[in-house]
């Protein structure tokens, strides 16, 4: 990412991260203002607000090290990262499956691939308007990382696609586009190319190699 722009895709990624964090937090609220006027309420709405905590909580986490920084040389296993996409889509219309780990040490990956692949699910669990099964795959051994979705209506935009492609400048980004724009940028910082494929009408395959 040219530095003249790096402005321009913070501000996107502040705006996308508000986004998604402002259901669980306006959630909490309303089970607080229950609790003020309606004490027969208690227990739906203390219920109301550990749900939503939980779930403002998994996607701080989330969007820790999709969107954060890494120290040079920080490191992060393949079921951690496993571990905060599953609790990000905790309780969503996403089914996320992933690949049996590989023994250790091989299963460790630097922060940076890791937050390749945690954009990738995102990006993949994008293209399901109406929910489905994303499958990810760190394939480390092979020095590479597959991602599929599949489900009614699976779709990668023409947008999406062209930021995947380098068509995309930074500067006529919108926040849709972040994610598949971040995408590229950390493959090419790790040395990777990422592909896209359609298959049928309802699969979409990313892999970074």
Sequence with gaps: ????????????????LCHDLISPVGAINNGLELLGED?????????????SGRQAAARLSFFRVAFGGAGHGE??????AAGLAEDFFAGSKITLTWASPVPM??????????????????LAAETLP???????????????????SSGEGCRLTDAAAACLTGQTPA?????RDV?????????????????????GSDTVEFRAF
């Design 179 to 199: 994610v598949p724009y971040l995408c590229r940028a950390l493959a090419e910082s790790e040395g990777l190319t990422v592909t896209h494929a359609v298959s």
């Design 130 to 148: 109406r929910g489905g099964e994303v499958h990810a795959s760190p394939e480390e051994a092979a020095n590479s990382i597959s991602v599929w």
């Design 39 to 51: 004490r027969s309420m208690w227990d739906e709405a203390v219920a109301l607000i550990g749900q």
């Design 105 to 122: 040490p091989a299963n460790v990956m630097p922060r940076y691939r890791a937050k390749l692949l945690l954009n990738l699910v995102l």
């Design 75 to 80: 490191t992060m296993t393949a079921e951690d």
């Design 1 to 16: 990412m040219a530095d003249s722009y790096d402005w321009r895709v913070a501000e996107l990624l502040c705006s996308k």
């Design 171 to 175: 500067e006529a980004l919108e926040a």
